[in-house]
C-alpha cells in the first residue's frame, strides 16, 4: 500500500505508511510517518548504507554551522584476520550542540550500524554521545 506513494521506495516505509493509514482511517488513531531518519543500505561488499542528512541538506537547513566527521579505519577483526578491509564514516553534526544529523557509512556491518545509529539520531545523540560509547571488541561498530 504504502509503494503507491511517490516518497521513499522502500518495503520498511511502505509497511510503516500502510500501518498509518489503517490507524488514522480504521482506528481513528491519526498517525503521520516521519521520513527524517529512514536508513538505507546497498548489500554490495563492502555494504553501503546512510541514515538522515546529507552535508549538502544540512548545510541548506543549518549554514555555516554544519561540521562534518570523516574517519577511515581498518576495522580491528579484519586487523586480527590479516584482512585489508577498509571502512568509512561520515558524521554529518550541527553546529555547537553537534547533534548528529547523518551518518554514512561504507564497510563491513555498514548497514546495522546505521540501523542502530537511525534510532539514536531519531533520539537526538550528539557525536560526544558517540565518543563516549564503550564498545564490542572487536567490531567494526566498536
Do not use: W
Amino acid at each position: 500500500m504504502g509503494d503507491c506513494t511517490n516518497r521513499l521506495q522502500l518495503t520498511p516505509v511502505a509497511k510503516t505508511e500502510s500501518n498509518a493509514f489503517v490507524k488514522t482511517v480504521f482506528g481513528n488513531k491519526p498517525q503521520k510517518v516521519n521520513y527524517d531518519c529512514v536508513p538505507s543500505a546497498v548489500f554490495v561488499r563492502p555494504e553501503v548504507a546512510s541514515v538522515g542528512m546529507t552535508e549538502a541538506k544540512a548545510r541548506e537547513n543549518f549554514g555555516e554551522s554544519v561540521k562534518c566527521y570523516c574517519d577511515r579505519f581498518q576495522p580491528l577483526f579484519s586487523q586480527f584476520s590479516k584482512q585489508d578491509e577498509q571502512a568509512m564514516l561520515k558524521l554529518v553534526v550541527e553546529g555547537e550542540s553537534e547533534r548528529i544529523l547523518g551518518a554514512h557509512m561504507v564497510g563491513e556491518h555498514a548497514a546495522d550500524i546505521i540501523q542502530i545509529l537511525a534510532v539514536a539520531i531519531r533520539k537526538g545523540i550528539t557525536k560526544q554521545d558517540l565518543d563516549d560509547a564503550i564498545g564490542i571488541h572487536p567490531t567494526t561498530a566498536e
